[in-house]
């Protein structure tokens, strides 16, 4: 998440987490050494003999003075930054524009697939106790909770591999957001010199989101809270903690307690779709009187809550009417195609069946284990595309984009979707021998 809404490096910033990598970040080659320098960094003994780095060793004396005013003594100082270097590879990240524009229906299929439903209803049993309990006290739903928990984390397996300090003083220094990092670097000391955390090798995006929610630092500094009861916020290893602090990041956003998010709508024909949009709110019986309906049948009740229509992908997409709580699911990514995810998740873990309208493309998107699968199959191809991990990253999509053009599929854009599954599965399958 990155939980301030416009104050975040790049408001779409991607999922990578979700197996959807930024276009810099995707390369499994810049992701297995991000793992190595942090286990190097975590486990080594002598640090790795420093470059001489005079610009950065600058700025790190002025940082260090600024976290002595915050509360975090030099010795701290010295003591978190032992051996950090800069790492001028986030740059190219806070620079890169999206080169491959991912249709929502690609995003929600990897968000919102079976895997992580499964993954989601375990969840809701395993933590059923301590959901409650938050639910108690914050007076979030666990569907919810738990929803946000996936589409942010993967239930905490996925939750960034690059070094937080490193990644934070190297953006405080350089780079057109210093000021911003600065303010989350200075906040990520804090966090440890108050003893929330306690490991300063954590890792985290390249931005500085980390830990089972996924919250940026300042975020942490203002919204996280000590559920398990050790004294500690910590949302980097304790269940208690991230769950309950997600629930009051949702409560602080305006959270109505037992109301829905929204529903999958009918709109009539002759609907203006000039008054869609998240913001263009109504109240409730205006789009009851406009025709609006919801597509299971249950009659909306009219009411003058507020709420707008959404079209993610147009009028001949699924629609939505949406409410407060939509608005507060999306503050924690300030994405439609993440709010989305995490309603929707939270829809299916408590039973719903998923969208009835189907996205506008013959194209649909593919679920991780099918996002794997193609992989397996470009590999048996001879596609030199790293490991089979679900993450369409460059290697991949060029290699799609390889067999698309042998194939004659088009549009040739390397995009993973069901139509070059499909083919590479015939062309794969072995052939029929007939008796
Ligand atoms: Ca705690």
């Not at 060793?57 to 940082?63: E, F, L, N, Y």
């Not at 491959?100 to 209803?121: M, N, S």
């Not at 959404?310 to 009417?321: E, Q, T, W």
């Amino acid at each position: 998440m990155n939980g301030q809404m416009g104050c975040q490096p790049s408001a779409s910033m991607p999922a990578w987490h979700a197996g959807i990598l930024p276009p810099m970040n995707r390369s499994p080659v810049s992701l297995a050494l991000a793992a190595l320098l942090a286990s190097s960094l975590a486990h080594a003994q002598v640090p790795p003999a420093p470059v001489p780095d005079p610009e950065y060793d600058t700025c790190m004396v002025r940082m260090k003075a600024q976290a002595a005013t915050r509360g975090v003594p030099t010795a701290s100082f010295d003591r978190f930054l032992s051996g950090v270097t800069a790492d001028r590879s986030v740059l190219d990240l806070l620079n890169a524009q999206p080169e491959f524009t991912t249709p929502i229906w690609d995003y929600l299929a990897g968000l919102v697939d079976d895997e992580r439903v499964a993954d989601g209803k375990r969840m809701l049993e395993t933590h059923r106790d301590l959901l409650a309990r938050v639910e108690r006290e914050h007076g979030v739903d666990p569907a919810t909770v738990v929803a946000v928990w996936g589409v942010e984390s993967d239930f905490g397996r996925v939750s960034g591999k690059r070094l937080l300090l490193q990644s934070l003083s190297t953006l405080s220094c350089f780079g057109r957001r210093q000021e911003f990092f600065r303010g989350e670097f200075l906040a990520t000391l804090k966090l440890l010199q108050d003893g929330d955390l306690a490991d300063p090798s954590i890792t985290g995006s390249w931005a500085g989101a980390f830990g089972h929610t996924q919250f940026m630092p300042t975020t942490y500094a203002r919204i996280a809270v000590d559920f398990d009861g050790d004294g500690r916020r910590d949302l980097v290893t304790s269940i208690p903690d991230a769950l309950a602090s997600t629930a009051n990041y949702l409560k602080r956003s305006g959270w109505q307690t037992g109301r829905p998010w929204g529903h999958e709508v009918t709109l009539p024909a002759n609907f203006d779709t000039a008054l869609a949009g998240r913001t263009n709110r109504r109240p409730l019986s205006d789009w009851i009187a406009r025709g609006v309906v919801r597509v299971d049948g249950v009659p909306l009740v009219s009411s003058d809550a507020r709420s707008a229509v959404i079209l993610p992908a147009g009028r001949n997409g699924p629609a939505f009417v949406v409410f407060r709580n939509y608005d507060a699911i999306y503050s924690y990514n300030a994405a439609e195609s993440y709010a989305l995810a995490i309603a929707t998740l939270a829809d299916r873990l408590r039973g719903g069946s998923g969208l009835a309208t189907p996205w506008p493309t013959d194209d649909a998107g593919l679920s991780r284990a099918q996002r794997r699968e193609l992989q397996r199959l470009l590999l048996a191809r001879g596609h030199d595309i790293g490991a089979v991990d679900g993450m369409i990253g460059n290697a991949t999509r060029r290699a799609i984009r390889s067999e698309q053009e042998q194939l004659g599929l088009t549009p040739a854009d390397g995009r993973a979707g069901q139509k070059i599954l499909r083919a590479l599965s015939s062309l794969s399958s072995p052939p029929l021998i007939l008796p």
